[in-house]
């Protein structure tokens, strides 16, 4: 590990440990009432679309790519194509240990999409910020 990967490598380690906390909580109490929140102010503001199930998968997508955001930056060897495959198998793994094990949770099939499609969305976005001369050069 390098000097100027140590930064993305503390946060992603942090962000990892808080999704893991949060996905393999006992239930979904909380997650689930920050998604009802988020979608009320959102059509107090106007946005009839947002409903819970459309929040629901849209934040399944955003609390997954911070991850694949950082580990690329860390470890820029691997490809979009390669954190795609990790997120999918670690979004396989999160749900059967809620639908085996945590009796107060459901596994979903749109979490494993939903979270496959964070961790491409992350990747890509690295990705693309390291194949940028000002930043790959330093």
């Known amino acids: 590990m390098t000097r100027r990967t140590r930064p993305a490598f503390v946060l992603l380690v942090i962000y990892s440990a ?3 906390l949060a996905v393999l909580s006992p239930t979904s109490h909380d997650q689930s009432h920050a998604v009802f929140w988020l ?6 503001i106007g946005m009839r679309a947002a409903t819970f199930t459309r929040l629901e998968v849209v934040m399944n997508v955003v609390i997954v790519a911070p991850v694949t ?4 930056f860390v470890w820029p060897r691997h490809g979009w194509r390669d954190w795609t495959a990790f997120g999918f ?3 396989l793994a999160v749900e059967a240990t809620q639908g085996l094990l945590l009796p107060d949770r459901q596994a979903s099939f749109s979490d494993v999409v939903a979270n496959t499609a964070g ?3 992350g990747a890509v976005v690295a990705g693309s910020l390291l194949r940028r001369p000002s930043i790959s050069r330093h």
């Open 18 to 20: 808080l999704l893991i």
């Open 39 to 44: 979608g009320y102010r959102l059509q107090d």
């Open 69 to 72: 955001f950082l580990a690329t």
């Open 89 to 91: 198998l670690a979004a």
């Open 119 to 121: 961790a491409l969305v």
